[in-house]
């Protein structure tokens, strides 16, 4: 079975700076996919970047960029140049990849970030 | 743009009584998903849903529950006898296909007392 880890509760990081929030995850597969998703404060859980296990290139989305490691089994999520609007749940998550995936996503137990002005 | 919406946002329930959330996926999407969050705990998936059936379901995902898609745009998650440890945020989600990106719902805080 996998298992998805996040290793720290709550961060916080000062406005215009950069945070990293770890994520480490176990299973035996060899090819799949991992997220991370935002949650703001009463608002609906949206997707933030995706990464495929058998692509070596980190992804990134303008201010979002990954670390994956996969031996390492990491996936760590890089925020630069926070904005008051980046304060959120954020929640690292794998999808198994194959004929028998059925799009479940396995979620960490999420890490609550706080942008300070 | 799209959005996926569930109703009621809060739910306050009987121990032993019967309970439907509902959602409204993304009208063109092909796969629907319920998880819940009980409070303090990560997000853990209950169903799966394509073709008008059960793809995968949870160990949580027992007798208790039932999915169903009864209209082409309602998609709706029963529990026939609630109990105080079902009491959690139930989030709906929806995707075209199963690698592309699925939206969730705000989600049903539901309470059972």
């Known amino acids: 079975a996998q298992t998805v880890t996040q290793s720290q509760p709550e961060m916080s990081v000062q406005e215009a700076e950069t945070v990293t929030l770890s994520c480490t995850y176990d299973?035996?597969?060899?090819?799949?996919?991992l997220f991370w998703y935002k949650q703001p404060p009463s608002r609906q859980m949206i997707l933030v970047i995706r990464?495929?296990?058998?692509?070596?290139q980190n992804a990134t989305e303008n201010r979002f960029s990954v670390n994956f490691q996969k031996a390492a089994k990491s996936f760590s999520l890089k925020i630069s140049d926070s904005q008051l609007g980046d304060t959120a749940m954020y929640f690292c998550?794998?999808?198994?990849?194959?004929?028998?995936?059925?799009?479940?996503?396995?979620f960490g137990q999420g890490t609550t970030l706080q942008v300070k002005p | 743009e799209p959005e996926v919406t569930q109703t009621p946002s809060h739910q306050v329930t009987q121990m032993g009584q019967e309970v439907i959330l509902r959602c409204v996926p993304i009208?063109?999407?092909?796969?629907f998903y319920w998880y819940r969050q009980i409070l303090g705990q990560k997000v853990e998936f209950l169903v799966s849903?394509?073709?008008?059936?059960?793809?995968?379901k949870s160990e949580i995902f027992d007798d208790q529950f039932s999915v169903e898609r009864p209209d082409g745009s309602n998609f709706t998650l029963k529990i026939r006898s609630t109990k105080l440890e079902d009491s959690a945020m139930y989030f709906c989600?929806?995707?075209?296909?199963?690698?592309?990106?699925?939206?969730f719902g705000p989600g049903t805080r539901l309470t059972v007392t």
């Open positions: 998550a794998f999808m198994k990849h194959g004929s028998s995936n059925t799009g479940k996503l396995i």
């Open positions: 299973t035996s597969e060899n090819n799949y996919y």
């Open positions: 990464q495929e296990a058998y692509k070596q």
């Open positions: 009208s063109n999407h092909l796969y």
């Open positions: 849903f394509y073709n008008n059936e059960i793809s995968e």
């Open positions: 989600a929806s995707c075209l296909f199963i690698l592309a990106e699925q939206y």
